[in-house]
């Protein structure tokens, strides 16, 4: 098991197009637990494979408060939505940075397990919004690239401001 870096934004790898994976093996449930580690690590509650730089469409996700809740999906897509809410988000590649991005209420999402059985999960609340924002991850979008330009440059500037504070 391994830790693994994640890619800070405004890294350019993050807007990479995560690829299909053709074929669930050892090595893909190998990153799947290095993936989770990491999640637990920081903490979040979601992590999708672009943000080590693994450019497949997987996401581990754990909204559980005990931690024992994890939920993998490969090869996800979103088969309904309905609704719309504005939730708060942050994200592991933007730290110290929260705002609200309106996405749908409610979804319901197909993928493979680790074990590359399909299955279905309606999902709505918090599981639902990290979801969305993972699965955004694996299109190659950071959830603050829904802001204005102002409030984006604002963001850059913030975190400029802090790597220079912390080198
Ligand atoms: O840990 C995370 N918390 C969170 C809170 C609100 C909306 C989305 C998230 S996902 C985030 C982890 C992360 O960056 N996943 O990509
Ligand atoms: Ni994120």
């Given at each position: 098991?391994?830790?693994?870096?994640?890619?800070?934004?405004?890294?350019e790898?993050?807007?990479?197009?995560?690829?299909?994976v053709p074929?669930?093996?050892?090595?893909?449930?190998?990153?799947?637990?290095?993936?989770?580690?990491?999640?637990?690590a920081?903490?979040?509650?979601?992590?999708?494979?672009?943000?080590v730089?693994?450019?497949?469409?997987?996401?581990?996700?754990?909204?559980s408060?005990?931690?024992?809740?994890?939920?993998?999906?490969?090869?996800?897509?979103?088969?309904?939505?309905?609704?719309?809410?504005d939730?708060?988000?942050?994200?592991?590649?933007?730290?110290?940075?929260?705002?609200?991005?309106?996405r749908a209420e409610?979804?319901?999402?197909?993928a493979?397990?680790?074990?590359?059985?399909?299955?279905?999960?309606?999902?709505?609340g918090?599981?639902a919004?990290?979801?969305?924002h993972?699965?955004?991850?694996?299109?190659?979008?950071?959830f603050v690239?829904?802001?204005?330009?102002?409030k984006?440059?604002r963001?850059?500037?913030?975190?400029?401001k802090?790597?220079?504070?912390t080198?």
């Amino acid at each position: 098991m391994a830790i693994l870096k994640i890619l800070q934004y405004p890294d350019e790898r993050l807007h990479t197009v995560a690829e299909t994976v053709p074929e669930i093996t050892d090595k893909t449930r190998a990153l799947i637990r290095d993936m989770a580690e990491t999640m637990y690590a920081e903490p979040g509650i979601g992590l999708a494979a672009t943000q080590v730089d693994i450019h497949q469409r997987i996401i581990v996700i754990d909204t559980s408060e005990t931690h024992d809740r994890l939920l993998v999906f490969i090869n996800p897509e979103i088969t309904a939505n309905s609704g719309k809410s504005d939730c708060e988000e942050g994200c592991l590649s933007v730290p110290g940075i929260y705002g609200k991005v309106r996405r749908a209420e409610a979804i319901t999402v197909k993928a493979l397990d680790s074990d590359g059985k399909p299955f279905v999960l309606d999902a709505s609340g918090l599981l639902a919004v990290c979801l969305q924002h993972e699965m955004d991850h694996l299109m190659g979008k950071v959830f603050v690239e829904y802001w204005s330009k102002l409030k984006q440059s604002r963001v850059l500037a913030k975190l400029k401001k802090r790597k220079r504070n912390t080198l």
